[in-house]
């Protein structure tokens, strides 16, 4: 016997063992550092990148720059790393609502170097995503490693996202409320502290590397009645922007779908065509944040029409981008699109009415980019709270409170799911926590089986039925055909009241007379949500489970709610 | 309810070897066969604790309809009883996820040139990566199909060589062949590995159902492997160790796929299907 039994992963040792809640917090600090850490390296080479591009961007050639990073990024993802393309925050939202948070290790670093290639070549899509993406697959990864369950996967792949977009925007709250908003879901005691940890430890790390900048310059806005007032009408405006991006980004995706060519010819096209927007208007290339400084400070100089052109072809160069195959998040592009528009609304409303006494354009800028975002995230929290430790101050944090809210109210109801979530909405897999789906998901079909039911032949005549009856607990009989086993019905005992009283009928009925062939029949791989659905279609409290033509047992309405109860009770048990 | 074993169909000839091999097996222990068509050339399984993606090669992407024919033909052939899985789930568009709940998982076929060439390239790190998080043992198609009238277990004292002990008495149980066992003695003597036996509660059992016990001391393994008869299924514990040990020492499923043209039942760490 071996004298020494290794111990198989570091979860096992009684150090970590010692109290779970610590061991999330120290895990959570290491996730967020590993995440700030993927962040800061992607905005780093981002920076230097596109440094390194820009004498070339004047130059005609120049617009296939856009196409070559596109290309290169669609091979990178499906011919290296062989993982499908896109942003990949639903990819972790549905990881978060299916599977306990699994997601692939090659995914945290996967599209931190396609979105480089795509963006950094002057695509025009933000790096926020993947390094969510990235900061999520790192959470789930350490947690692997320390053979951590799922709901504790879960919160640490919330740590990751948070940590990720605190270290890329110096934003902790940011991140925090990202994380719980937009990837879990749910707020709870249980994950706001990991994810605390988390953020300050991804924003300290961005701090200590590149010091502790604000992305956008401070500038002070005194607010007055009017602003706020006129805010309402440009959260409407934030709104429709928000979902015609929407629309356009699945529009261009459908049609590039329809493309006969490889994927990254298609990706290449997107990114040509993004480089020829890009020699009129240069401000749809890249990330933008430059122009959204400019923007914020009064120094855009572009007029009223070029801005609403700017604007629409921002949203086209994102579509484009975004749609054929590019790697990228939606984050950066709705802050300059949201700019964008808040300077249009701003310059319309002063050019239809002049002594209206509106605040600095800058302000709108500010709160368009809110409204983008709650509109395109339909997470408000997200947008105040980015926006406000984005700019490094509160005086704007009414009208960005009535910004966001609206538009998120607004963009709901052209859209009914955020970008992230409306393909996960369609498929009808998102499950948040504590919801009646999610409930029934983490159930099977299998587990409720009652197998206590006694079978009947076909043949079998009433007499002996009714001895069947006597012993049996159940109220209803399955019957199968004895030689091959093949389910062929069922028989309710309500099914033979008729004849019970006469015994005349006992031995001139047999059960296949009087037995249901028609019933509906589950499968044991059947998801219960539909399995109930179908029992409540059927009005019935039960249903007989077959499987390969064989019946396995019965699944209850009875056994059903004593399992959903103890289930809602693990799920939300330390809320 | 019957146990049922997943293989991944694949439209190429060592493809609809596996699938051969797969009904056979399923045939023999009255399991039940459920294949899965690929719809591209990935999909996912999410286990307890890991996420492993399968890559598969182009060439096992065939016309589903054309491939079902087969697939029923060739299981019809060898009388065993069909069902074909499809995928509900997707973790994106091309990514279908496949569940982990069966009892039983062929190997997916081999990737890449090296993978095809070595026809049993089969301890690849895909395999290594379902094999440490199934729960499940896995199935290793041989070469060639041949008809297996004997399961033979290597048996070298370690918990998953237990675990595969316990595989093999309720396999043979199950198909109604004899059990035989090969030990490479390493030093030890047979008192010591009945010892272990006894350990884990398998004695009993082992007395009474193990028809031979090739007791080897040769010097190395691949000789030792001789003993195997041609007509066994082998049935082996597999990664209980850490990487760095399989580093200085070798790894034993390495040489027995080399060295073995049998199909093989792989027992991962955790745990073997209790039949």
């Known amino acids: 016997m071996p004298i020494f039994t290794p111990r198989r992963t570091l979860a096992n040792w009684n150090f970590f063992r010692a109290d779970d809640r610590l061991l999330l917090i120290v895990i959570a600090l290491m996730v967020g550092i590993c995440s700030g850490l993927a962040a800061l390296a992607l905005n780093r080479s981002l920076a230097a990148v596109l440094t390194w ?59 931190l170097i396609s979105s480089f290639l795509t963006i950094g070549s002057g695509g025009s899509a933000g790096p926020e995503a993947p390094v969510v993406m990235s900061g999520a697959a790192i959470g789930s990864n350490i947690a692997k490693y320390f053979s951590l369950n799922d709901r504790q996967r879960t919160t640490l792949v919330g740590c990751g996202a948070a940590g990720a977009i605190a270290s890329i925007f110096n934003a902790p709250i940011a991140g925090m409320v990202f994380a719980v908003e937009v990837i879990l879901g749910e707020w709870s005691a249980r994950n706001i502290i990991p994810i605390a940890m988390a953020a300050v430890a991804g924003t300290e790390v961005s701090r200590i590397l590149q010091g502790n900048q604000i992305a956008f310059e401070y500038r002070h806005f005194d607010i007055h009645l009017v602003d706020i007032a006129a805010s309402a009408g440009l959260a409407v405006a934030a709104a429709l922007a928000s979902v015609l991006l929407t629309r356009a980004l699945r529009a261009t995706h459908r049609l590039s779908g329809l493309l006969v060519v490889p994927a990254w010819v298609r990706a290449a096209l997107g990114g040509c065509l993004v480089g020829l927007i890009g020699l009129r208007l240069p401000v749809v290339l890249g990330e933008g944040y430059h122009a959204i400084d400019e923007m914020i400070g009064g120094h855009f100089a572009s007029g009223l029409l070029i801005a609403a052109a700017a604007a629409l072809a921002k949203v086209l160069a994102t579509a484009l981008t975004l749609g054929s195959g590019g790697s990228g998040g939606i984050f950066a592009p709705s802050l300059v699109i949201g700019s964008l528009v808040g300077l249009v609304y701003h310059r319309a409303l002063i050019w239809i009415w002049p002594a209206i006494g509106l605040v600095n354009e800058g302000c709108f800028a500010l709160l368009g980019m809110a409204g983008l975002i709650s509109g395109m995230l339909q997470a408000p929290l997200t947008g105040i709270f980015l926006i406000v430790e984005l700019t490094g101050g509160y005086e704007t944090i009414l009208p960005l409170i009535i910004v966001s809210t609206i538009a998120t109210t607004l963009s709901h109801y052209f859209e009914p799911a955020s970008y992230y979530l409306r393909d996960l909405v369609e498929r009808g897999q998102l499950l948040r926590p504590g919801t009646d789906r999610r409930v029934l998901t983490d159930m099977s079909v299998r587990e409720m089986l009652e197998t206590d039911c006694v079978g009947v032949a076909p043949e079998m005549r009433l007499r002996e039925f009714i001895e069947v009856v006597k012993r049996s607990r159940r109220n209803y009989f399955p019957v199968s055909d004895p030689r091959s086993g093949i389910f062929l019905g069922i028989v309710y005992l309500d099914d033979i009241r008729p004849y019970l009283f006469d015994p005349l009928l006992y031995d001139a009925v047999v059960v296949g007379q009087f037995m249901h062939a028609d019933v509906q029949v589950a499968s044991p791989d059947d998801d219960l949500h539909e399995v109930l659905r179908r029992m409540d279609t059927e009005r019935r409290f039960s249903m007989p489970v077959v499987f390969n033509g064989r019946f396995l047992g019965m699944i209850s309405k009875a056994t059903l709610l004593d399992r959903y109860r103890r289930e809602l009770m693990v799920q939300t048990h330390w809320r | 309810m019957e146990k049922r074993l ?28 459920t294949v899965y068509l690929p719809l591209s050339d990935k999909f996912l399984v999410y286990f307890e604790n890991d996420v492993v993606q399968i890559d598969l090669d182009g060439g096992c992407l065939a016309p589903v309809e054309a491939a079902r024919d087969q697939v029923e033909t060739l299981a019809s052939q060898a009388g065993a009883k069909l069902d074909f899985f499809v995928p509900r789930h997707f973790t994106s568009a091309s990514l279908p996820d496949i569940p982990a709940d069966f009892d039983f998982m062929c190997s997916p076929p081999p990737t890449g040139r090296r993978g095809r060439q070595t026809a049993r390239g089969r301890t690849g790190h895909q395999i290594q990566r379902i094999l440490r998080a199934a729960r499940y043992p896995l199935l290793v198609p041989g070469a060639f199909h041949t008809p297996w009238q004997r399961i033979l277990v290597l048996f070298g004292g370690s918990a998953n060589a237990v675990a595969a002990c316990r595989l093999g008495l309720s396999l043979a149980r199950q198909a109604r062949v004899p059990l035989e066992m090969l030990t490479q003695a390493e030093g030890g003597t047979r008192d010591e590995y009945r010892e272990k036996w006894k350990a884990a509660g398998l004695a009993g059992a082992l007395e009474d159902g193990l028809q031979q016990w090739h ?8 000789e030792s492997l001789g003993a195997v008869p041609a007509d066994a299924l082998v049935i082996m514990g597999a990664f209980d160790h850490i990487s760095i040990r399989e580093f200085f020492h070798g790894s034993k499923l390495k040489t027995v796929c080399a060295v073995l043209p049998n199909s093989l039942i792989l027992a991962g760490p955790r745990g073997a299907t209790e039949i």
């Open chain 1, 53 to 111: 591009l820009h004498p070339y961007r004047g130059q005609v050639w120049a617009f296939v720059l856009p196409g070559v990073g596109a290309a290169l990024s669609s091979l990178f993802l499906n011919k290296v790393v062989n993982e499908g393309a896109g942003h990949g925050v639903p990819e972790v939202v549905y990881a978060v609502s299916r599977h306990g948070g699994l997601l692939r290790f090659r995914s945290s670093y996967s599209r």
């Open chain 2, 6 to 33: 997943l293989h991944i169909h694949c439209q190429t000839p060592q493809g609809l070897e596996g699938l051969r091999q797969a009904a056979y097996f399923c045939r023999r222990i009255r399991a039940l066969l």
């Open chain 2, 215 to 222: 007791f080897s001391h040769a010097r190395r393994f691949e």
